[in-house]
């Protein structure tokens, strides 16, 4: 599978512990898992401006009425702070969403779904990992015995 439909997916560290990390510029927030939060007691305060969250495909309701100041770093050169919603979340630790893309000016670049932007006066570029195998090896399946 190419790139043209992978999630841009990475690690990061997050008080001395490798985290993962999406970036994804359909998110209208930045978000910390809830998950990461309680683990390496983050510090939260309460949102300026709560909002419930409802997802599409079920009933519940959320309500967001935490965020988080993240320090964390991607390799030796990229370190920075981001302030996050608190949510339970699966898909990763440390979700960068447009305001992240916004407050670093930060250039997606489909093809190589790479990510760049200029940091303490250096080029950054971010690469994803690579996509994950989405096939395992090819294994027989018997579904009726030979006869």
Request: charged letters at 25%.
């Amino acid at each position: 599978m190419d790139q043209r439909q992978q999630l841009f997916r990475s690690r990061c560290t997050i008080g001395g512990k490798v985290c993962n990390l999406i970036i994804d510029g359909g998110s209208c927030t930045n978000v910390a898992s809830s998950v990461l939060v309680e683990k390496l007691s983050l510090t939260t305060q309460n949102h300026p401006c709560p909002y419930k969250l409802r997802w599409l495909d079920k009933g519940a309701e959320l309500k967001v009425d935490k965020q988080c100041l993240v320090s964390f770093s991607i390799g030796k050169n990229y370190v920075d702070k981001v302030l996050c919603d608190v949510l339970p979340m699966d898909a990763c630790h440390l979700l960068l969403g447009r305001p992240w893309e916004f407050d670093k000016s930060a250039v997606h670049h489909g093809k190589d779904n790479t990510y760049s932007f200029e940091f303490d006066k250096r080029k950054i570029t971010l690469a994803p990992l690579p996509p994950p195998s989405m096939l395992e090896p090819y294994k027989e399946v018997m579904l009726i015995k030979k006869a």
